[in-house]
T-cell receptor
Framework: ETGVTQSPTHLIKTRGQQVTLRCSSQ?????VSWYQQALGQGPQFIFQ???????GRGNFPPRFSGLQFPNYSSELNVNALELDDSALYLC?????????????FGSGTRLTVV | GDSVTQMEGPVTLSEEAFLTINCTYT??????LFWYVQYPGEGLQLLLK?????DKGSNKGFEATYRKETTSFHLEKGSVQVSDSAVYFC???????????FGTGTRLQVTL
């Protein structure tokens, strides 16, 4: 089975710009979650998508938005980038109802905002 | 709200030493507990899990026991190797929140 793949692996953007990060979920998984991991910190939950709808959101402003597609892949969009948005963005997939058995994470996209 | 507290690192050990990384949690409901490992430049890998009290998760020589009475899930390994050098994250999941809540991570460095 394929794992979770994310693209791009690295990205440099200028403050105020917009960015789109992409994620393909593991085969058989129908739920995608996004996490932000700042340097030296644990991952923080951004939001989760199930059946193409947002199904839970962490403490992130509306300029963080997402999409889930019929094939369960997902995008994370961030508008009006700020320097503090520099982080590793992790995508995780799971099968709804089995979150308590763990998520499968991708390798992440390293975003640097300058 | 839910929270996870891990011992601060870095933890530096010699190869074959015994490892303990402490983790305690606060949660509403009955969480599942996890340890994830992150190698340099990579994402998170699930190391082990326990879904109910007194369960012991184990993998690759690592173990952790879900202790409801002390709200703890300490990670242990009897003999660490250089290849175990990584950052270890304790995390919990509750169906109520439908998300993983992570600790801040503990960096382990194993030397020869």
């Amino acid at each position: 089975e394929t794992g979770v793949t994310q693209s791009p692996t690295h990205l440099i953007k200028t403050r105020g710009q917009q960015v789109t990060l992409r994620c393909s979920s593991q085969s058989g998984h129908n739920t995608v979650s996004w996490y932000q991991q700042a340097l030296g910190q644990g991952p923080q939950f951004i939001f989760q998508y199930y059946r193409e709808e947002e199904n839970g959101r962490g403490n992130f402003p509306p300029r963080f938005s997402g999409l889930q597609f019929p094939n369960y892949s997902s995008e994370l969009n961030v508008n009006a980038l700020e320097l503090d948005d520099s982080a590793l963005y992790l995508c995780a997939s799971s099968l709804t109802g089995t979150g308590n058995y763990g998520y499968t994470f991708g390798s992440g996209t390293r975003l640097t905002v300058v | 709200g839910d929270s996870v507290t891990q011992m601060e690192g870095p933890v530096t050990l010699s190869e074959e030493a015994f490892l303990t990384i402490n983790c305690t949690y606060t949660a509403t409901g009955y969480p599942s507990l996890f340890w994830y490992v992150q190698y340099p430049g990579e994402g998170l890998q699930l190391l082990l899990k326990a879904t109910k009290a007194d369960d012991k998760g184990s993998n690759k020589g690592f173990e952790a026991t879900y202790r409801k009475e002390t709200t703890s899930f300490h990670l242990e390994k009897g003999s660490v190797q250089v290849s175990d050098s990584a950052v270890y994250f304790c995390a919990l999941f509750t169906g109520t929140a439908s998300k993983l809540t992570f600790g801040t991570g503990t960096r382990l460095q194993v030397t020869l």
